[in-house]
């Protein structure tokens, strides 16, 4: 299937393309797996909407989009579920398969990052991927009432929110409402670390601890606890589009 189907046709997918290869290069495109089991053509193995299959279960979640994330980052989007039947099963109801937690930035769209489509993936999106009564209740909405049985806390480079945080830890003045961001994402900051290096650490530190707290939800334990359900951290690199697992 081919990545210049839909909007990645004709001159503004060649623009698109051309700026996604700018920010870091064939060899980077070309580098690497992503973390995780890889299935060349996904993991969908129950029925969806539109008659076609919807991943079963943590591990082929998982893998479903991992292989989505490999065909985003090498311009071979399938662009699934968008067609008129999957439009018209979706009025009668909706069976995502993830719950994606991911921060508000316009360069990390979930859905075009795991190339999936309508229906497929309950999005939450707050700055820096913070967690309040909103975002706690949104994401128990997906596997409580929707059984959705994958939980990804999806981080970044380059996060703006973080960012801000660690200027702030420094002294910084910020708005209100972005000091309570701020104040949320501070203990995951890396005192020892200077510069890019303790944004960038804050990051990756921010996504175990917002995953560790979503795991110690007793409503979310319980179906860890029996194999229902799992909540992965994991990094958008945006040089490379890579989605990788944060241990």
């Not at 990645?8 to 290069?25: D, H």
């Not at 820096?128 to 009564?133: I, R």
């Not at 994401?139 to 380059?158: D, F, K, M, N, R």
Request: hydrophobic content about 45%; overall charge positive; aromatic content about 4%.
């Amino acid at each position: 299937m081919s990545g210049d189907r839909d909007c990645g046709s004709g001159v503004f997918g060649g623009r698109r393309r051309l700026a996604r290869a700018g920010l870091g290069g064939v060899a980077a495109l070309a580098a690497g797996l992503v973390c995780g089991p890889l299935a060349a053509s996904g993991a969908r193995t129950e029925p969806a909407a539109g008659g076609g299959l919807r991943p079963s279960g943590p591990v082929r979640a998982w893998r479903e989009l991992a292989a989505g994330n490999a065909r985003w980052r090498t311009f071979h989007e399938s662009h699934p579920d968008r067609a008129r039947a999957v439009r018209r099963a979706l009025v009668g109801g909706q069976h995502p398969f993830a719950v994606v937690l991911g921060c508000v930035d316009s360069r990390v769209p979930p859905e075009l990052v795991f190339d999936q489509g309508l229906g497929d993936l309950l999005t939450v999106r707050s700055a820096g991927e913070v967690l309040d009564e909103a975002v706690l209740g949104s994401i128990a909405y997906g596997v409580l009432e929707l059984a959705v049985p994958l939980i990804v806390v999806l981080g970044h480079q380059g996060c703006g929110a973080v960012t801000a945080a660690v200027h702030a830890d420094d002294g910084a003045e910020l708005p209100a409402h972005i000091r309570f961001l701020a104040d949320r994402i501070r203990p995951a900051i890396d005192h020892r670390l200077q510069g890019e290096a303790r944004v960038d650490a804050a990051v990756t530190e921010h996504v175990r601890r917002v995953r560790a707290r979503l795991a110690a939800e007793p409503d979310l334990a319980a179906r860890i606890a029996d194999g229902r359900l799992a909540v992965v951290g994991a990094r958008y690199e945006l040089t490379s589009q890579r989605v990788h697992k944060v241990s």
